[in-house]
């Protein structure tokens, strides 16, 4: 009982630090549902805990719950003064959308589908603790540390040197980790794994949400369970790896992009911006991947007027300034961008772009991921098929920037192994192909989605 108390108080704290930022940050802007925005505040919360606690780190205090709450106070204030002013004005949140009926038979399927794998992945990951490989060697280990310490020792790099438990990786995963230690006041190889399911069920609200405001409630919950039912998906909700958690900062960092694109409001490439940061804090595929949308927002931003232009111009610059901190740190710090996948340095990238040969390789082991039921469903092949039939329409209005985020993705990643160093290139291609389509499949279900929307289609 004291366990679950412990950890009910903090999930509390996380969700409140959340949406205290939220609030802040969305000041008097309703842009969000309310499920919508409860989800977002898991995430963000609990990845800015993280960056509170690499402050704490820095400024050598100690993790403790008295610390972990007090440096949110002035947010939590901030909030409900913001709460007290908008009381009665709806400008918390943006109001649900009535569609006027009941739930049809596919709809309650839907429903019940998704209800069903959800506690499945919860009771999935809270039967077992933490035993996955990559998940204790990389991850569990320096939260551990990090725990024990009550800090990140100033030398755990050399500690933990050693390139399987990969010390160049950002620390959002073992410093959450460390804080559900924390709370619970010992170490706790299971109920430390509820981090997950709840980023699997948040990544599920968000994409619902996003999907209802392009299309109608019955294509949004299909696209829903699509998603939720994908076995590689929600696998990675019980194993403890990080690439779920960037899966969920990425596409919900380019979902509120795209819909920036298409309404303009300031406030969704702020929050853009904001989950574009906790996915470079989460792994160093999020500066792959934030690039990305900062590819997208210049080539739209040419064709707006002034200031949008100015805003466009801002996102990319901040994202940037982000990224560049991240590495100059890393620099200082004496690590690599990435370990043992791309142990080149920028002047030896474009010598190792000759490595043609690969190409069959990658390429092969990518329809081995995309015709693979066991672990994808039917979801690459349904994507493949509908964008050969439907090459014209993947490069007009909405489905653009989708379609060129997805292929700008696959081509970065190509192109990754293309210059990794040549030991064990094999092996490598063929262990992290499953994780890097993983990073971004929640945009394939979203373009899946929007070409569903154009064809007027209803279930």
């Not at 802040?24 to 995430?43: D, Q």
């Not at 998704?114 to 077992?128: D, H, N, P, S």
């Not at 620390?171 to 170490?187: D, N, T």
């Not at 209005?397 to 970065?412: D, H, K, M, S, Y």
Request: charged share 15%; net charge positive.
């Amino acid at each position: 009982m004291t366990n679950i108390i412990r950890l009910s108080a903090w999930f509390i704290v996380v969700m409140a630090s959340g949406w205290s930022i939220l609030t802040i940050v969305l000041y008097r802007r309703p842009i969000l549902f309310l499920p919508e925005k409860l989800a977002l505040s898991y995430c963000v919360g609990l990845g800015f805990m993280t960056i509170e606690m690499a402050l704490l780190s820095f400024f050598k205090i100690p993790f403790t719950i008295a610390a972990m709450v007090f440096a949110w106070l002035p947010f939590f204030i901030a909030a409900m003064a913001i709460g007290y002013i908008s009381k009665g004005m709806g400008l918390l949140h943006r109001k649900a959308e009535d569609d006027g009926n009941r739930f049809s038979l596919p709809e309650r399927f839907f429903i019940f589908g998704i209800i069903f794998e959800v506690g499945y992945a919860l009771f999935r990951a809270l039967i077992k603790p933490l035993e996955a490989y990559d998940a204790i060697a990389i991850y569990a280990l320096k939260a551990k540390a990090f725990y024990l310490a009550s800090s990140i020792p100033h030398d755990f790099l050399k500690v933990l040197g050693d390139p399987i438990s990969h010390p160049e990786y950002p620390l959002l995963l073992p410093l959450a980790e460390s804080s559900v230690y924390v709370f619970l006041g010992y170490l706790n190889d299971l109920s430390v794994k509820i981090i997950f399911p709840l980023y699997y069920i948040a990544g599920l609200v968000v994409l619902y949400f996003v999907v209802r405001r392009f299309a109608v409630r019955s294509a949004a919950l299909l696209f829903t369970f699509l998603l939720a039912t994908i076995p590689h998906f929600n696998e990675h909700a019980t194993i403890g790896y990080a690439d779920l958690l960037l899966a969920v900062y990425y596409s919900a960092s380019f979902f509120y992009l795209l819909i920036w694109i298409r309404e303009r409001k300031a406030a969704f490439l702020i929050l853009s911006f904001l989950l574009s940061a906790l996915c470079i804090w989460t792994k160093t595929e999020g500066i792959l991947l934030t690039s990305v949308n900062m590819t997208i927002a210049f080539i739209y931003i040419l064709r707006f007027k002034k200031d949008d232009l100015r805003r466009g111009i801002i996102y990319i610059a901040a994202n940037a300034a982000l990224i560049s901190v991240f590495l100059v740190t890393k620099r200082l710090l004496g690590l690599q961008v990435h370990g043992n996948i791309v142990g080149l340095n920028l002047s030896e990238w474009f010598g190792s772009m000759m490595n043609i040969k690969r190409i069959p390789f990658v390429l092969y082991e990518f329809q081995i991921q995309f015709f693979g039921p066991k672990k994808w469903n039917i979801i690459w092949i349904i994507f493949i098929v509908a964008f050969l039939f439907n090459f014209r329409k993947a490069f007009m209005e909405t489905l653009r920037p989708v379609t060129l985020a997805i292929l700008c993705i696959l081509g970065a990643y190509t192109f990754v192994y293309l210059i990794a160093p040549q030991e064990a290139i094999e092996w490598q291609i063929s262990k992290t192909t499953g994780r890097f389509l993983l990073h971004f499949l929640p945009v394939v279900v979203l373009w899946l989605a929007l070409l569903f929307r154009d064809k007027d289609t209803e279930v």
